[in-house]
């Protein structure tokens, strides 16, 4: 498996480029985070020889053994997993981009390590666009006060939602989920807050990336495409 690595980025690489250039967007604003959770840092080290630059993580034990051993390669650190409050501080020390803020008391916790840490933390909110009882996320009526809240703590940086659709088979099927999404951050740009860009709309997975460049991706978190099938 790791010697496909490389093959398996060229492919996803380009299966991004075309989804862009088909519904006219510069795929440059599409940026590829290989998602390398289960697999060892030997993996992600491969992925990086290979031009890979941002990595998702879901698990912040786990993440930290990778990070350590790979601090010298320059990548940037997405945590894309349910971050309890009392990870908080290792999150801030860990990550670049933390995607799934769903609460003021999370934003909180987040927001006192990062002020602890010198550190300007960037952040996005997590949505739960379909309302799924077994998701992460706020409602999406939700989103604008947590956005107006988080907005208002000194050493976050909100950059832009985030969102996990229903499972579909079909793409297709998916695709209104993230056009919800983007309309939902449409709304929130509309408000103007301070220190709240609504710039980066994280969705699409190996299964769905492509109808998610076509309703506004900038990172699409790409796991099983590129290392393979986890266990
Ligand atoms: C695991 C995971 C991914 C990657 O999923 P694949 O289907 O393997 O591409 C993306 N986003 C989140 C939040 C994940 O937990």
Not at 56 to 75: P, T
Not at 100 to 129: C, F, H, P, W, Y
Not at 159 to 170: I, Y
Request: charged share 25%; glycine share 10%; net charge positive.
């Amino acid at each position: 498996m790791p010697a496909d690595i490389a093959a398996r980025l060229d492919q996803v690489r380009a299966r991004i480029r075309r989804a862009a250039e088909s519904c006219g967007r510069d795929p440059a604003s599409v940026r590829l985070v290989a998602v390398a959770k289960t697999f060892p840092a030997g993996h992600v080290r491969r992925a990086a020889a290979a031009g890979a630059t941002d990595v998702g993580e879901n698990y912040i034990q786990e993440a930290r053994e990778k990070v350590e051993a790979l601090s010298g390669l320059g990548l940037r650190w997405h945590f894309i997993g349910h971050l309890q409050r009392n990870k908080a501080g290792q999150a801030v020390r860990l990550f670049d981009l933390i995607h799934t803020v769903d609460s003021a008391r999370l934003g909180a916790e987040i927001d006192r390590a990062a002020a602890r840490m010198g550190k300007r933390q960037d952040v996005l909110v997590q949505v739960n666009v379909a309302g799924e009882a077994t998701k992460s996320g706020v409602a999406p009526d939700e989103v604008a006060p947590l956005v107006r809240e988080l907005s208002a703590m000194g050493a976050l940086r909100v950059r832009g939602l985030m969102t996990m659709p229903p499972f579909f088979d079909e793409p297709e099927r998916v695709r209104p989920f993230f056009a919800e999404l983007r309309r939902i951050a449409e709304r929130i740009r509309a408000l103007g807050l301070p220190n709240a860009g609504m710039d980066e709309l994280s969705m699409g997975m190996t299964g769905d990336f492509e109808a998610a460049i076509a309703e506004g991706a900038t990172l699409v978190r790409v796991g099983t495409a590129i290392f393979g099938g986890r266990s």
